[in-house]
């Protein structure tokens, strides 16, 4: 009923309409819608409150969580640096300090460390026992180092004397080949009565590799190669060749088989004269057929057969001039 007269008295608007009681009770009503506001306020304060609460607790947890990642980072970091230090011996704060001050490509970084993970993969598995395994075999590698070194000093001194040996040995040579050059020359003359007769090299430049080329011009004939001339040219032309190193580097004693099988009776008597100047020199045991040969010769050996089915060897002194059998 209060309620009804309130509300037509604000409706009518008029102070003096309002009965006594219900002007008693204005005030309290008033108050009451005070109240009200005031509860209607302060239930949005405590709400905003909450929210506010809330939001604190909520920066405070992503706080928390970001100076944890904070610490683990910084952990994380100096545990890398001093295994960088330790491994690699590289001091990344010293390399790295004002890194974080210039831009980066990060796409290239990120490149560098895929490359670098690829290098790491591709090494294979780690072997803990290498540095064990480097102490023990480095005395080993320093063993066959000096080992090695040795080597290639000996192998410097071979080439060296090689080269002295070689260099000595084109000087002999050269020496040896001229001087038998011109005991050829003179023999040759000597047996043919006559020509002439020449050797050389067919590459001056390496005497001791290369070939020798005679070129024998017998009387009557043009020069030509020894391989152009005929059975007992060849032989004459080869025992002057023979004659000439013996003449040059004298041999004790040297053996002739068959030398003068395809010589005529006119070379044959040069060929024995020629050997009997070389007596001097050396001896010959030659074995021949030819009867000019043996007729030279100061003791012959043979074979006979007094009895069928027994050979004899048999001797003979020219000096002596005893009767033997006949030889074989």
């Not at 910084?74 to 010293?94: K, N, P």
């Not at 590459?203 to 043009?222: V, Y």
């Not at 100061?298 to 020219?318: A, C, H, N, Q, W």
Request: negative net charge; charged residues 30%.
């Amino acid at each position: 009923m209060i309620a009804s007269r309130y509300r037509a008295w604000l409706e009518s608007g008029d102070p003096d309409q309002l009965e006594p009681e219900l002007a008693a009770l204005l005030p309290v009503l008033q108050q009451r819608a005070r109240r009200q506001e005031l509860r209607a306020a302060q239930a949005e304060r405590a709400a905003a409150v909450t929210a506010l609460r809330t939001q604190i607790e909520q920066r405070e947890a992503a706080w928390h969580e970001a100076q944890m990642a904070l610490r683990e980072t910084a952990v994380r970091t100096e545990t890398l640096v001093a295994r960088v230090q330790d491994e690699l011996g590289l001091d990344l704060a010293a390399r790295y300090a004002d890194y974080e001050a210039t831009e980066q490509d990060w796409a290239a970084v990120r490149a560098e460390i895929e490359e670098l993970r690829g290098k790491i993969a591709r090494l294979g598995n780690v072997n803990l026992d290498a540095l064990a395994e480097l102490a023990e075999l480095t005395p080993r590698y320093e063993h066959m180092t000096a080992q090695r070194q040795d080597l290639l000093d000996s192998i410097g001194q071979l080439e060296a004397l090689i080269a002295q040996l070689d260099e000595e040995s084109r000087t002999r040579f050269a020496a040896a080949f001229e001087e038998i050059r011109g005991h050829f020359q003179e023999l040759f003359r000597k047996l043919f009565g006559g020509g002439k007769a020449d050797v050389f090299l067919e590459d001056p430049a390496r005497p001791l590799e290369c070939g020798i080329e005679i070129i024998a011009r017998p009387p009557g004939k043009e020069p030509q190669s020894i391989s152009l001339l005929s059975g007992g040219e060849k032989t004459m032309t080869a025992v002057a060749l023979l004659l000439a190193v013996f003449r040059s580097r004298p041999s004790p004693f040297a053996i002739l088989d068959e030398v003068d099988a395809a010589l005529d009776e006119s070379n044959v008597d040069c060929f024995n004269s020629l050997l009997i100047e070389f007596l001097s020199l050396s001896q010959f045991v030659v074995i021949t057929h030819n009867k000019r040969t043996m007729a030279c010769c100061d003791r012959l050996y043979g074979i006979t057969m007094e009895e069928p089915g027994v050979s004899k060897r048999v001797s003979v002194r020219f000096e002596e001039r005893v009767s033997t059998p006949s030889v074989a």
